[in-house]
């Protein structure tokens, strides 16, 4: 793992940069799923009725808006896998693991852990200081 930057080297100001880089994570995650979920469409509010309209054209903009607000449904969850796994960091921070936090920080590796395997991979390195 790498270490910290030099003008970071007081574990004290690593600790409150690695504050600042999750909640700047999580405040743009919450505006990513504020834009999405703006263009979630209510098919109760257009009058289409998809019983009545299940041949034809209200069938297919029905079948369309309900694929739209799929993939929104989708994007959300992503998001919040994503800010779960922020929470874990944030919540086991601290001054002996927050070189191995940053590092899984930097490029999102974070990402490519579950829950359980960040905070696995948080244990395992707090239990080698």
Known sequence: MKTAPD???NPLELIDRIYEIIDSKIQYIDYQTEMVTSSFIDIN????????DAIGR?????????ANNRRILEKISEFS???KLLL???????????PVILELLTDN??????????QQLIKRNKDQE
Not at 109 to 118: G, S
């Open 88 to 98: 874990v960091l944030r919540s086991e921070l601290e001054g002996t693991n927050a």
């Open 45 to 52: 509010t257009l009058g289409i009725d998809p019983s009545r």
């Open 7 to 9: 003008n970071l080297s």
């Open 58 to 66: 209200g069938a297919s903009i029905t079948q369309s808006i309900m």
């Open 81 to 83: 896998a994503t800010t």
């Open 109 to 118: 590796k974070f990402i490519q852990l579950t829950d359980q395997e960040l």
